[in-house]
């Protein structure tokens, strides 16, 4: 049996440029190369994300009531929305970076001529008494304790941080608003928000999708890397003791990493079928892919959704990373501007992120990002719109290693293991022509130069010239598990626009870059869409995590599937197609004008356990039109008797 194509139907989610189904995130990143109706329509859905612009009965006002045409919108809100957008200083809704709390240790000394005491309610005393305390009951409630000696307390403080920016999404725009998310942590209520959104763009109702597979031809592979770190979550779980609170029946159990794909399955899918999240750093978004693509591949699913969620923009992951080294910070941005001794404000935030610029380190982001694959036989059937496809990620280790989070040789493996894919696949001019790359690009002084170094080495290789080079974190900074899913929807744009972003937070490229075979430009660059065939998505994670994907532009999927199908059935497809993309773009409209109509099931349609038949060849669940039929396996045959 000929392998299955895994081909992207849907996509979505939310970042620091905003929504990202049908482009709009990524428009937000090449404004400057849009048409006047595409800017004017994707500042106006923003300007209704972050509540600047309201909409009543399908007109767009403003908070007092005045009606707003477009160019209305872009000429009053435009400088604030690109300000409220993309990287950019932290803002006090996710942490006051100026006044960051912590307990500082203030010693006490006292003494046998100078006791120190103070009254408190001996509710409040601690188990067991200090040795040195002494304790005189005042009333019914209060005491006096007197301290003999040394003592150490913790006291409220605050402090600036050195590291004041990140990618937030845009200001105003608060996903646990958009449906009834009590005590979801941050990275949950994305996680909801983000796949309605991909599901959403499909334009194919998902209970049509379920009924046309099996209940077990479903996947699902979704997480984040540092777990659920807010109150609600790990965060409130570690801290509550220590905040004299008490832990929550919920705080555990929501923090877990794999919580995203469990949301997705209970809340939003409903689904029973194959589940699960593959961590792997910085890269774990293609890890993720790859487990989709392979169950799509090998039949064992025929649809698969796959994503991730981050919510990181917190002190605690400020202060793991920072300590690293691995942050741009404030006096590190000051230094590259050449503004030693100035003031805050004449820091640029706005460009901490600078890919294979003179840069100081990398920019934590939030985001959600979530793609759903097809095998290309079912694609067909429903009529769905494919927007590329993904034959292959390729993942390598780094062998042994002095410092965990240096790079090492995987990386040459999967970039050189996916140009080699690519390859065979369309042949080496498409490859040499008309391909480009998303690096990793995390905007550190030694990513600039190992990365730049592997793709210039395999553009080498296979005789590249000036191999066009991108990184979208640039713009959104580095989401950590949901980053390589930031360039996949990037790559995506790119091959419906025509456009190759350029990293325009560098005036030039660094020196110690290289670029011999390579081409990275701070301009954006504008290509025919029909000379894009392949993206090359690259990423690079703690530990020795290296993946690189090769992602299929739509017309050349449409080429293979014409050869696959033939001519008769595919005419028949773009039939269906028409019908398909009316769907999804009447939930655009909807979607610009704040009507996001977000997916949370909780508590409805439970499976009656009672209710399953289970025979000898299959099982039927109640609410699943299709039986899970046991699969034939012949694998092992030839070893039993």
Not at 348 to 367: H, I, M, V
Not at 380 to 389: F, K, M
Request: glycine fraction near 8%.
């Amino acid at each position: 049996m000929k392998s299955r194509l895994p081909v992207i139907v849907g996509f979505g989610g939310y970042n620091a440029a905003g929504r990202s189904s049908f482009h709009h995130g990524f428009r937000r990143t090449v404004l400057e190369s849009m048409d006047t109706a595409a800017r004017q329509e994707t500042l106006a859905g923003l300007a209704v994300m972050m509540k600047r612009v309201r909409v009543v009965d399908g007109a767009y006002q403003s908070e007092d009531g005045q009606p707003l045409s477009l160019a209305d919108i872009d000429q009053r809100f435009a400088e604030e929305i690109l300000a409220s957008t993309l990287v950019r200083r932290i803002e006090k809704q996710h942490l006051d970076v100026d006044a960051a709390h912590w307990q500082k240790s203030l010693g006490v000394a006292a003494s046998a001529e100078a006791p120190l005491s103070f009254v408190s309610s001996r509710k409040q005393l601690p188990e067991p008494l200090p040795a040195n305390w002494s304790v005189e009951p005042l009333n019914a409630t209060d005491v006096r304790v007197t301290l003999h000696d040394h003592c150490e307390f913790k006291v409220d403080s605050y402090r600036a941080l050195p590291v004041k920016s990140a990618g937030q999404l845009p200001t105003g725009f608060e996903p646990s608003e958009l449906y009834n998310a009590r005590f979801h942590p941050r990275g949950l209520a994305m996680t909801v928000v983000g796949v309605t959104d991909a599901l959403r763009s499909i334009g194919i109702d998902w209970q049509r999708i379920v009924q046309s597979v099996a209940p077990d031809e479903v996947a699902v592979f979704a997480g984040s890397i540092m777990s659920q770190l807010d109150e609600n979550g790990f965060g409130g779980l570690m801290q509550s003791r220590l905040k004299g609170g008490r832990v929550t029946a919920k705080q555990l159990a929501l923090g877990l990493n794999t919580m995203p794909a469990d949301f997705i399955n209970a809340y939003v899918l409903g689904s029973v079928g194959t589940t699960g999240s593959v961590t792997g750093a910085c890269a774990t978004f293609l890890y993720n892919l790859q487990k989709g693509i392979e169950q799509i591949a090998s039949g064992k699913a025929r649809v698969a959704i796959v994503g991730n969620s981050e919510a990181p923009i917190n002190q605690e992951c400020i202060d793991g990373y920072g300590a690293m080294g691995a942050l741009a910070t404030e006096d590190g941005l000051r230094q590259i501007e050449g503004k030693t001794g100035s003031t805050s404000e004449e820091v640029d935030f706005r460009r901490a992120s600078r890919p294979f610029g003179e840069n100081c380190g990398f920019t934590l982001a939030e985001a959600c990002q979530f793609v759903v694959l097809m095998d290309d036989e079912l694609a067909l059937e429903l009529g769905a719109d494919i927007h590329g496809a993904v034959p292959d990620v390729f993942i390598n280790a780094d062998g042994f290693k002095k410092s965990i989070s240096a790079p090492g040789p995987g990386n040459y493996l999967t970039v050189a293991k996916a140009v080699a894919s690519a390859v065979q696949l369309l042949g080496v001019e498409a490859v040499r022509e008309r391909s480009f790359v998303h690096a990793h690009g995390s905007s550190t002084p030694a990513n600039r130069v190992t990365e730049s170094e592997i793709l210039d080495r395999v553009a080498s290789a296979f005789a590249i010239e000036q191999w066009p080079v991108t990184a979208v974190k640039a713009f959104v900074g580095h989401s950590l598990a949901t980053a390589s899913g930031d360039q996949v929807i990037s790559a995506l744009g790119s091959f419906k626009y025509g456009i190759i972003p350029g990293i325009k937070t560098i005036d030039q490229v660094a020196d110690d870059v290289h670029q011999q075979h390579l081409s990275i430009a701070n301009v954006d660059r504008q290509r025919a869409p029909e000379n894009l065939d392949v993206c090359f998505i690259n990423s690079k994670g703690f530990g020795g995590n290296n993946a690189s994907a090769l992602v299929l532009a739509p017309h050349v999927v449409e080429r293979m599937l014409r050869k696959r199908h033939g001519e008769a059935a595919f005419t028949t497809y773009l039939a269906r197609r028409e019908q398909t993309r009316t769907a999804a773009q009447a939930y655009d409209a909807q979607a610009l004008r704040g009507q996001l109509d977000i997916i949370y099931n909780f508590g409805n349609d439970l499976i009656d356990d009672t209710a399953i038949e289970i025979g000898t060849e299959q099982i039927s669940i109640p609410g699943f039109s299709q039986p899970l039929v046991f699969k034939q396996d012949d694998r092992y045959a030839d070893m039993l008797d």
